[in-house]
Nanobody, 113 residues
């Protein structure tokens, strides 16, 4: 079992920055991949960024160059710069352990124009 707890969300003006964190606990040594997803009001959840156990990172096109995912022991961070109103969403941390998927409860990011 893996538990994920997100933090760092809040209200920021367009062009500003936020840093999200996801603290993992439990059987963290089995985590293969960690992702950030987001879900805007009235929209489907979408994948944002990924970091593998080997440190390889990937981003969706709309955040590439603005967001950076990193991992520090059992915590995954998402540094978000140059935020836009369309980045407003609940951001979720996601972990894959072998074939099992785990989700955090999410943290709200609101970007005002």
């Amino acid at each position: 079992q893996v538990q994920l707890v997100e933090s760092g969300g809040g209200l920021v003006q367009a062009g500003g920055s936020l840093r999200l964190s996801c603290a993992a606990s439990g059987s963290i040594f089995g985590i293969n991949v960690m992702n950030w997803y987001r879900q805007a009001p009235g929209k489907q959840r979408e994948w944002v960024a990924q970091i593998t156990s080997g440190g390889t990172t990937n981003y969706r096109d709309s955040v590439s160059g603005r967001f950076t995912i990193s991992r520090d022991k059992s915590t995954v961070h998402l540094q978000m710069n140059s935020l836009k109103p369309e980045d407003t969403a609940v951001y979720y941390c996601h972990a894959i352990v072998r074939v099992d998927h785990y989700w955090g409860k999410g943290t709200l990011v609101t970007v005002s124009s």
